[in-house]
Structures are given as structure tokens and as C-alpha cells.
Nanobody, 125 residues
Framework: QVQLVESGGGLVQAGGSLRLSCAGS????????MGWFRQTPGKEREFVAA????????YYADSVKGRFTISRDNAKNTMYLQMNSLKPEDTAVYYC??????????????????WGKGTLVTVSS
């Protein structure tokens, strides 16, 4: 069992930056592929980025490639999402996710084992 808690969301102007964190509980954090999804009202939850258990493989959605950076520190049981050059369309609730079986390119909503409760990111124009 892994419990995930996101933090770092907030209000930022377009072009600004935010850093999200996802703190995981349990001694098995390092065996999970981790990632971020986001969701806006009335839309499906969409994939943002994923990172392999050891951090050696990373995958991004095209919409955030070049602007967002995912990373993890297994010694601290924490994953991060550095978001730069934010756009109003990045406004969403961002969710942290963990799964033991999925790889970074197959990290999808239907396969996720554990979810955080989300943190709201609002980008004003």
C-alpha cells in the first residue's frame, strides 16, 4: 500500500513557474513507476508525465514537453514536477499516481494502483 500526498499547487501568472511535490509513504516507494495526471471539470483525466522506478526512463505528454520536468528522489520518497512557461490551458487539478506494473509509455488512468487526492494549479492570463 502506498499513500500519496501532493503539494505545491497554487495561482501563477502565465509564463510563470510552479513546482509540485508528491510525497509517498511506505518503504516500497522506489519500486513504483510514478507519474502525474491532470484534470479539468467536464474532461477526462489526462496523462502529463511519468518516471520509472529508478528514474532512468521518463516520458512526457506532447503538450508539456520542453516546459515540464519530472524527477524523483527515492531516498526522500518524493516525486516532483517542475512546471515552467505555464499557460492558462495548464490550469487543472494535478494528481500524483503510482503503479508497479506499468512502464512510462503505458502509464494510463485505467491501470493505476494508487492515486493522490490532487492539488489545484491555476494559471491566469
Amino acid at each position: 500500500q502506498v499513500q500519496l500526498v501532493e503539494s505545491g499547487g497554487g495561482l501563477v501568472q502565465a509564463g510563470g513557474s510552479l513546482r509540485l511535490s508528491c510525497a509517498g509513504s511506505g518503504r516500497t516507494f522506489s519500486v513504483y513507476t510514478m507519474g502525474w495526471f491532470r484534470q479539468t471539470p467536464g474532461k477526462e483525466r489526462e496523462f502529463v508525465a511519468a518516471i520509472s522506478s529508478g528514474g532512468g526512463s521518463i516520458y512526457y505528454a506532447d503538450s508539456v514537453k520542453g516546459r515540464f520536468t519530472i524527477s524523483r528522489d527515492n531516498a526522500k520518497n518524493t516525486m516532483y514536477l517542475q512546471m515552467n512557461s505555464l499557460k492558462p490551458e495548464d490550469t487543472a487539478v494535478y494528481y500524483c499516481a503510482a503503479d508497479r506494473a506499468l512502464g512510462v509509455t503505458t502509464f494510463r488512468v485505467s491501470g493505476i494502483d494508487f492515486w493522490g487526492k490532487g492539488t489545484l494549479v491555476t494559471v491566469s492570463s
